[in-house]
């Protein structure tokens, strides 16, 4: 079954500390990912693409398909960096796109 | 361009009744796809159509249908409702069939008392 886990609810840091919002998928295949991010009172959106290989905000993301992980990293978490962040990937076919639960980061001052 | 745009915001409705969602794309985006968000839970996925045809269908019972309009808007159509419907649904448009980047809507919030 394609599924994505985010095993973190909430992850609290202090700003400039480095930040790691942990996702796992299980899919068959090489899979396409994705992390969308949604600020207070805005709407979801998309933050970065894996096949883009992009810096997005000073995120970064790294597929690692041995340990079927795409942990996204900020080595400097900036108070405007709190949300919710969820993992998402997208299904054989491209027309479905699965989210994990999503992960709550705030960054306290 | 107001990015995709979702009618109503927020609607209360009893158990057993039906209700209809609408959503309109981004202007040139021919795909939809529709999410529903439960408090505490990531966007399931429900439908997605692309040029009028449905091209994915979510683990949901037959009480939700959508379709799609010439102009691209889409609406999302539950019957029978039940308490366990209550959630934000969203709506998401992107330019092609294959969903490399969606927009998402504001949603819709359904309370079914």
């Known amino acids: 079954a394609q599924r994505v886990t985010q095993p973190e609810k909430l992850l609290s840091v202090f700003k400039g500390a480095p930040v790691e919002l942990k996702c796992n998928y299980s899919y068959s295949g090489s899979p396409e990912l994705f992390w969308y991010v949604q600020y207070s009172r805005q709407r979801l959106q998309l933050l970065l693409r894996?096949?883009s290989r992009e810096s997005i905000k000073g995120f970064t993301a790294d597929l690692n398909k041995g340990e079927t992980s795409f942990h996204l990293k900020k080595p400097f978490a900036q108070e405007e960096d709190s949300a919710m962040y969820y993992c998402a990937l997208l299904n054989t076919g491209g027309f479905k796109t699965i989210f994990g639960a999503g992960t709550r980061l705030f960054v306290k001052a | 361009d107001a990015g995709v745009t979702q009618s109503p915001t927020h609607l209360i409705k009893t158990r057993g009744q039906q209700v209809t969602l609408r959503c309109s794309p981004i202007?040139?985006?021919?795909?939809v796809s529709w999410y529903q968000q439960v408090l505490g839970q990531g966007p399931q996925f429900i439908f997605q159509y692309y040029e009028k045809e449905e091209r994915g269908r979510g683990n949901f019972p037959d009480r939700f249908s959508a379709r799609q309009f010439p102009n691209y808007s889409s609406e999302l159509n539950v019957n029978a409702l039940l308490l366990g419907d209550s959630a934000l649904y969203l709506c998401a448009s992107s330019a092609d069939s294959t969903i490399w980047e969606q927009y998402f809507g504001p949603g819709t919030r359904l309370t079914v008392t």
């Open positions: 894996h096949i």
């Open positions: 202007s040139g985006h021919k795909s």
